[in-house]
T-cell receptor
Framework: EDKVVQSPLSLVVHEGDTVTLNCSYEVTNFRSLLWYKQEKKAPTFLFMLTSSGIEKKSGRLSSILDKKELFSILNITATQTGDSAVYLCAPAGGSNYKLTFGKGTLLTVNP | GAVVSQHPSWVICKSGTSVKIECRSLDFQATTMFWYRQFPKQSLMLMATSNEGSKATYEQGVEKDKFLINHASLTLSTLTVTSAHPEDSSFYIC???????????????FGPGTRLTVL
């Protein structure tokens, strides 16, 4: 059975702090790993990772995948209150790229 | 990026009625669409995989007679919650599998979700 474990489950930081969110996974026929940010509605796409060791960056956010250790991290530097959200990790597997979602990390950034 | 729409965005219905939710891929064709359900403070749970022109594949524990899925065209999938009960109240999200023009990978593009409240 496919499994995704995210840690921590929740995190409270102050503006300007840097955070690292973790995701470990076990997925049959792994294709890629995706990170999403969810506020009040449906998840919004952040990154898709397919290769090990290649960092993807978007502004203050970055992510990297380790396919050997079955692990990914999402970093957010200089956090802002607008970063407060649930961050979801979802590896895609199988011929139809089925996503298995972790429980998410609830990030709260206080001013 | 690719756009997926859902309609309605929210619906309130009486117990025992049926509710249909539409999921459309607006600028690409999707042979595969997925339906998820999300309860408050929980993650997205895959309900079923919908393939155009064939029967949907349901995840374990999801009643196929209660959650009817029809994927009649390459841009439209529908989820009908039949004889809805209060415990079916949830956030239903669809996604469509597609390949953006500038990428060689398939990606899932999510709709905005439909909030269902059953009284």
């Amino acid at each position: 059975e496919d499994k995704v474990v995210q840690s921590p489950l929740s995190l409270v930081v102050h503006e300007g702090d840097t955070v690292t969110l973790n995701c470990s996974y076990e997925v049959t026929n792994f294709r890629s790993l995706l990170w999403y940010k969810q506020e009040k509605k449906a998840p919004t796409f952040l990154f898709m990772l397919t290769s090990s060791g290649i960092e993807k960056k978007s502004g203050r956010l970055s992510s990297i995948l380790d396919k050997k250790e079955l692990f990914s991290i999402l970093n957010i530097t200089a956090t802002q209150t607008g970063d407060s959200a649930v961050y979801l990790c979802a590896p895609a597997g199988g011929s139809n790229y089925k996503l298995t979602f972790g429980k998410g990390t609830l990030l709260t950034v206080n001013p | 990026g690719a756009v997926v729409s859902q309609h309605p965005s929210w619906v309130i219905c009486k117990s025992g009625t049926s509710v249909k939710i539409e999921c459309r891929s607006l600028d690409f064709q999707a042979t595969t669409m997925f339906w998820y359900r999300q309860f408050p403070k929980q993650s997205l749970m895959l309900m079923a995989t919908s393939n155009e022109g064939s029967k949907a594949t349901y995840e374990q524990g999801v009643e196929k007679d209660k959650f009817l899925i029809n994927h009649a065209s390459l841009t439209l999938s529908t989820l009908t919650v039949t004889s809805a009960h209060p415990e079916d109240s949830s956030f239903y999200i669809c996604s469509a599998l597609g390949q953006p023009a500038v990428s060689s990978y398939n990606e899932q593009f999510f709709g905005p979700g439909t909030r269902l409240t059953v009284l």
